[in-house]
């Protein structure tokens, strides 16, 4: 896969493509039905595949911290994205001048002058150009004139729920991993490198392997039954708190601190998936490190009591 860091490092595609677009945070099972729909058109029409994205998503260029949390970061998303059969992926920067950019220009100078798409699967609520002028019925104008097909992305739904972003992301802050789990297609995760702490959780008998959360807010917040890959390609359990850590130093940096069960290597630097299984508590605020300790020894062995019983069924 080929990825594209903005407009002006995108070369025409002489003989077309099929493009969808939109924000896929979290590539759920609807995200990966539009993309095996537009997959199916590009072979049909023997052209490549394309997905417009953009960095910031425009909720965040627009409502900044008040913005809804992302279930994934960006390189996340790019990673996910390899692993599917997708030729190009164009990540637009979304700006004051992308923003102010109207529909029919939209249209004129991206979708056909530098794409010449040929193809375009999008939602039939698809608002885009300033003032959200653009939508599914210009498009289709706009396809009869310039010789370009519009398909709707339809609706998947699971157990007779809509999938998206929206509903998972609402499953993940009421602790309900399994039916994030069941919409996502996976288990919920968070990827990053481990990263130097402070050592605290040495000094009380539980190291922790420290991710940093490069995001404005979280979709998870609290104690997690959780494994870790990406660690000489196996699996490890272990209990994660995603949080402020308000009982050591309750700052405004979220953080990912995962304790790893019989586990004594160095991995500083390592990039690793931590997968979320199951919620154990929210996060809370102790008197001292003695209660905090107290309360982990009842988390691990909570936990360890959880993938216990998940191994007998």
């Known amino acids: ?30 995200h990966r039905a539009v993309i095996e729909k537009l997959v199916e058109q590009g072979e049909a029409l023997g052209l490549p595949v394309v997905i417009m994205t953009f960095e910031p998503q425009p909720l965040e260029y627009f409502l900044g911290d008040n913005a809804p949390s992302r279930l994934m970061c960006l390189r996340e998303k790019v990673i996910g994205i390899t692993k599917l059969p997708v030729d190009n992926l164009l990540m637009v920067r979304f700006n004051q001048e992308f923003a102010n950019c109207d529909a029919e220009q939209f249209i004129d100078s991206i979708l056909i002058n530098k794409l010449n798409v040929k193809h375009l699967v999008v939602g039939d609520d698809f608002h885009f150009g300033k003032a959200r002028r ?34 998972i992301r609402d499953a993940l802050g ?19 490198r481990v990263a130097h702490g402070d050592k605290r959780g040495r000094t009380i008998g539980y190291p922790t392997a420290n991710i940093r959360m490069f995001r404005k807010n979280t979709s ?10 990406g660690i000489d390609g196996l699996e490890f359990e272990g209990v994660a708190n995603v949080g402020t850590r308000p009982t050591v130093d309750g700052g ?32 809370l605020r102790f008197q001292s490190l003695e209660a905090l300790k107290v309360q982990i020894v009842k988390d691990v062995a909570e936990t360890k009591k959880i993938f216990a019983e998940t191994k007998r069924l």
């Open 134 to 167: 653009g939508n599914f019925a210009m498009l289709k104008e706009k396809g009869k004139i310039y010789g370009f097909s519009v398909e709707d992305t339809g609706s998947c739904q699971l157990s007779g729920l809509r999938i998206s972003s929206t509903l």
């Open 220 to 229: 998870v917040n609290g104690v997690f039954a959780v494994t870790m890959t």
């Open 252 to 283: 405004s940096k979220v953080i990912l601190e995962t304790h790893l069960f019989d586990f004594n290597k160095e991995i500083y630097g390592r990039y690793v998936e931590v997968h979320f299984h199951q919620k154990i508590r929210d996060e």
């Open 1 to 30: 896969m080929r990825l594209i860091r903005g407009l002006s490092h995108l070369e025409s595609f002489e003989n077309g493509c099929v493009l969808t677009i939109g924000n896929f945070d979290g590539l759920h099972l609807g």
């Open 174 to 192: 009421l602790g309900e991993l399994a039916q994030a789990a069941k919409l996502l297609g996976h288990r919920y995760s968070v990827c990053g």
